[in-house]
């Protein structure tokens, strides 16, 4: 007879990272697949947990990423149009920030009472999610939503926390992956334009390659994006 092991509590959330790697690993799930698929696991792994989303910064403000729920992401957008907030200052500033008890929060008072009165959010933990190999690069941070007092086990904590770390691993991987296929693609396309340019005007390879260059700093368009006009593809937006 085989022996019978009950399941951890944690098996879920050790079995949606596996599938998270793998994905990545074998089939190039770019980063907004990654994130969204973190969220769907931490709702699915942590009991109390209602809604999660991942936020990041670009050049236009914070964005919200891969939201599990329509609680996460109106949450995110409240503490964005204040401008402060638990999962903004866990990506950029702290590791992790937990408040059992949104309504006894010191911080981040604005954000908090409209999470209260508006959505009824009574804790959140987030956690910062840091490029693999290089801690000081933020990629963003993880906010898992609560409608509970109290909602995250001090076990929920710890595990959350090492799966933003195992999960930062994942994003960064992804990331690499998109922009290697960034890169060949752009190789690609460049070796078109100087193939088309070759044939029109019987230009050696570097001397195409030349004109695409100067055609590109006196235009001020990327080399690649001039190189799509000469090929005929479209250019994808910014």
Wanted: proline share 4%; glycine share 10%; with cysteine.
């Amino acid at each position: 007879m085989s022996a019978s092991f009950p399941t951890h509590p944690a098996q879920p959330l050790v079995d949606a990272f596996g599938r998270m790697a793998d994905r990545v690993h074998l089939s190039g799930e770019d980063d907004a697949d990654a994130y969204a698929r973190m969220a769907d696991a931490a709702v699915v792994a942590f009991a109390g947990c209602d809604g999660a989303s991942i936020c990041t910064l670009d050049a236009t403000g914070p964005v919200s990423h891969g939201v599990a729920g329509s609680l996460a992401g109106r949450a995110d957008q409240i503490q964005f149009q204040e401008g402060e907030g638990p999962c903004l200052d866990s990506a950029m500033r702290g590791r992790w920030v937990y408040l059992p008890d949104m309504e006894a929060a010191g911080r981040w008072g604005r954000s908090c009472e409209r999470l209260v009165d508006e959505l009824a959010v009574h804790s959140m933990f987030c956690c910062r999610l840091a490029a693999g190999g290089a801690p000081a690069v933020t990629l963003g941070g993880i906010g898992l939503y609560s409608l509970s007092l109290d909602g995250f086990s001090a076990t929920d904590q710890l595990l959350a926390t090492l799966f933003c770390s195992l999960g930062g691993l994942v994003v960064s991987a992804a990331r690499q992956q998109a922009n290697l296929r960034g890169a060949i693609a752009s190789r690609q396309v460049i070796g078109e334009a100087i193939g088309i340019l070759r044939a029109q005007s019987k230009l050696t390879s570097d001397q195409a390659f030349d004109m695409l260059v100067s055609a590109s700093m006196r235009s001020n368009v990327k080399l690649r994006d001039i190189a799509r006009q000469i090929a005929g593809r479209p250019i994808p937006p910014a």
